[in-house]
């Protein structure tokens, strides 16, 4: 018996002894301004993608090139919404994979550039090719890189700024990013006049356009001024300073592989059976993201197809929303380091309701006038700028909550891995979020195209409200966190 027993620990401690053991960083004891400023920069430079791409171009060029290749609008619609969900699902199942491998080499930066000089290569391709469904499978691959680029970036957090204020920095980043969609929504305005417009989905829907004669016009530019405007905004980021491990990985790439997996497996059987916490936050965050996500996908094609605004007049909204947005969340960044997640879960709920309300009334036709052969329909339209300015804030609110509540579940040297497993969460609900929308779209789609993008709209708060109501069960250990205590506290 016992020269079983020895045998057994001898094969375990063999085993043990094969594995990379995760990279041990210090976390930053102090804050520096310059520092953080440029570590915000790629906040800017991948919010330029998130926005100018998947917000504000992604449907329309879909759309456009879907008819253009004979596809129906509602077919077009559900391939571009198919491929973001097929991204999001490469993204789910690569991120702890990618996550497990940061932990292991302890250095973050170098593939933040890395990824973002392939994300940046990669977004002119999706439209320089002209073809529908080459197009679609190109952004896929993009949208994984910039996702796997993303994951690192935040992993940075703890290495670069100490524990009091890493809601704040957060924030900062957030509320900084949106210099990413101040260009875009620049590139909306500027463009068209350099380019010309782009054809309507109206005008080919009700035959005033043939479909060999439509133009994608400015809409083609905005891939190509994106990829110039992530690159500008990426190089300040070169100059980050992080704490990094000085280890040296030398074993080879199948014991490199081997290590992450394992490490990747203690930390899933960490978070089902010992991190409850943890768990919750995935199953709150699926929800969550589920309805942002979307909300974020479709509201420039909810403005222009719903309401019926032209793109200058969906810019200004947008503008003026994110102007608002920015200020409330340098106040909500110093409030979630004093006052926790769970507090700002509470403000952010809030907004979501109201921002969604107000999106969904702004659709609302109160009056319709006939002049001749022509129907005026008026709507509440000015109910849009209010809608956006709280929507703006919500969505920053919520990526702030995310990532300080991460920092508050997990051990500091498991940070990627948990990111990872956070992508997974948000990534699978964003890939069905889009879904769902088209579905529920395509269903009422026949009573009209604004009450179906009302309805579609609201399906995704409920949704969102679920989530809340999950990730307000977690203990609250935020004061723990600002006295120095990390995952697993003592109870």
Same mark, same amino acid.
């Given at each position: 018996?016992?020269?079983?027993?020895?045998?057994?620990?001898? =094969?375990?401690? %063999?085993?043990?002894?094969? /594995?990379?053991?995760?990279?041990?960083?210090?976390? %930053?004891?102090?804050?520096?301004?310059?520092?953080?400023?440029?570590?915000?920069?790629?906040?800017? %430079?991948?919010?330029?993608?998130?926005?100018?791409?998947?917000? /504000?171009?992604?449907?329309?060029?879909?759309?456009?090139?879907?008819?253009?290749?004979?596809?129906?609008?509602?077919?077009?619609?559900?391939?571009?919404?198919?491929?973001?969900?097929?991204?999001?699902?490469?993204?789910?199942?690569?991120?702890?994979?990618?996550?497990? =491998?940061?932990?292991?080499?302890?250095?973050?930066?170098?593939?933040?550039?890395?990824?973002?000089?392939?994300?940046?290569?990669?977004?002119?391709?999706?439209?320089?090719?002209?073809?529908?469904?080459?197009?679609?499978?190109?952004?896929?691959?993009?949208?994984?890189?910039?996702?796997?680029?993303?994951?690192?970036?935040?992993?940075?957090?703890?290495?670069?700024?100490?524990?009091?204020?890493?809601?704040?920095?957060?924030?900062?980043?957030?509320?900084?990013?949106?210099?990413?969609?101040?260009?875009?929504?620049?590139?909306?305005?500027?463009?068209?006049?350099?380019?010309?417009? %782009?054809?309507?989905?109206?005008?080919?829907?009700?035959?005033?356009?043939?479909?060999?004669?439509?133009?994608?016009?400015?809409?083609?530019?905005?891939?190509?001024?994106?990829?110039?405007?992530?690159?500008?905004?990426?190089?300040?980021?070169?100059?980050?300073?992080?704490n990094k491990s000085?280890?040296?990985?030398?074993?080879?790439?199948?014991?490199?592989?081997?290590?992450?997996?394992?490490?990747?497996?203690?930390?899933?059987?960490?978070?089902?059976?010992?991190?409850?916490?943890?768990?919750?936050?995935?199953?709150?965050?699926?929800?969550?993201?589920?309805?942002?996500?979307?909300?974020?996908?479709?509201?420039?094609?909810?403005?222009?197809?719903?309401?019926?605004?032209?793109?200058?007049?969906?810019?200004?909204?947008?503008?003026?929303?994110?102007?608002?947005?920015?200020?409330?969340?340098?106040?909500?960044?110093?409030?979630?380091?004093?006052?926790?997640?769970?507090?700002?879960?509470?403000?952010?709920? /809030?907004?979501?309701?109201?921002?969604?309300?107000?999106?969904?009334?702004?659709?609302?036709?109160?009056?319709?006038?006939?002049?001749?052969?022509?129907?005026?329909?008026?709507?509440?339209?000015?109910?849009?700028?209010?809608?956006?300015?709280v929507l703006s804030?919500?969505?920053?609110?919520?990526?702030?909550?995310?990532?300080?509540?991460?920092?508050?579940?997990?051990?500091?040297?498991?940070?990627?891995?948990?990111?990872?497993?956070?992508?997974?969460?948000?990534?699978?609900?964003?890939?069905?979020?889009?879904? /769902?929308?088209?579905?529920?779209?395509?269903?009422?789609?026949?009573?009209?195209?604004?009450?179906?993008?009302?309805?579609?709209?609201?399906?995704?708060?409920?949704?969102?409200?679920?989530?809340?109501?999950?990730?307000?069960?977690?203990?609250?250990?935020?004061?723990?966190?600002?006295?120095?205590?990390?995952?697993?506290?003592?109870?």
């Open positions: 018996m016992e020269d079983e027993t020895s045998s057994s620990d001898l =094969h375990e401690g %063999a085993t043990k002894s094969r /594995i990379i053991e995760l990279a041990r960083v210090g976390e %930053a004891q102090t804050t520096e301004k310059k520092n953080i400023l440029f570590w915000a920069f790629y906040d800017a %430079a991948d919010t330029v993608f998130a926005m100018a791409i998947v917000s /504000i171009t992604l449907f329309q060029w879909g759309e456009l090139m879907g008819l253009r290749s004979g596809f129906t609008f509602a077919r077009s619609h559900l391939l571009v919404s198919t491929f973001l969900m097929l991204s999001n699902v490469v993204v789910a199942i690569l991120m702890p994979i990618l996550g497990a =491998h940061s932990d292991l080499v302890g250095k973050r930066k170098p593939l933040v550039i890395i990824l973002g000089v392939i994300t940046i290569a990669f977004i002119p391709l999706i439209v320089v090719t002209m073809r529908f469904l080459l197009g679609l499978l190109i952004f896929l691959i993009t949208n994984v890189v910039f996702q796997a680029a993303n994951l690192y970036y935040e992993s940075m957090l703890p290495f670069i700024c100490d524990t009091n204020s890493r809601a704040k920095v957060s924030a900062f980043g957030v509320a900084f990013g949106y210099v990413g969609t101040i260009f875009a929504i620049l590139l909306v305005f500027l463009l068209p006049r350099g380019f010309g417009d %782009a054809t309507t989905v109206d005008d080919v829907l009700n035959n005033n356009v043939a479909i060999q004669d439509i133009q994608l016009g400015w809409v083609y530019w905005m891939f190509i001024f994106a990829a110039v405007f992530y690159l500008f905004l990426l190089i300040p980021f070169f100059f980050v300073k992080e000085e280890k040296q990985i030398t074993e080879s790439f199948g014991r490199r592989t081997r290590s992450t997996f394992v490490q990747l497996g203690r930390t899933f059987k960490e978070i089902f059976k010992e991190n409850k916490g943890m768990l919750l936050f995935l199953v709150g965050w699926f929800l969550i993201n589920d309805a942002v996500g979307t909300v974020i996908a479709i509201m420039v094609d909810y403005l222009r197809e719903g309401l019926g605004l032209e793109e200058t007049t969906a810019g200004v909204i947008l503008f003026g929303g994110i102007l608002v947005g920015v200020a409330f969340l340098f106040i909500m960044g110093p409030v979630i380091d004093r006052k926790g997640p769970k507090f700002g879960v509470v403000i952010t709920a /809030i907004a979501w309701i109201i921002g969604i309300i107000l999106t969904v009334l702004a659709g609302v036709t109160y009056k319709t006038v006939i002049i001749g052969n022509k129907t005026v329909i008026y709507k509440l339209r000015i109910l849009a700028y209010f809608a956006a300015a804030f919500g969505m920053g609110s919520v990526f702030v909550i995310g990532r300080q509540f991460i920092l508050e579940l997990c051990p500091p040297e498991k940070i990627g891995q948990y990111m990872g497993f956070k992508k997974i969460s948000g990534k699978v609900s964003a890939a069905l979020g889009p879904l /769902i929308f088209s579905g529920v779209l395509s269903l009422v789609l026949p009573y009209g195209k604004t009450l179906a993008y009302q309805i579609a709209i609201l399906s995704m708060l409920v949704f969102f409200l679920v989530g809340f109501v999950v990730i307000l069960f977690i203990k609250n250990n935020h004061a723990r966190y600002l006295k120095g205590e990390r995952y697993p506290y003592k109870e």
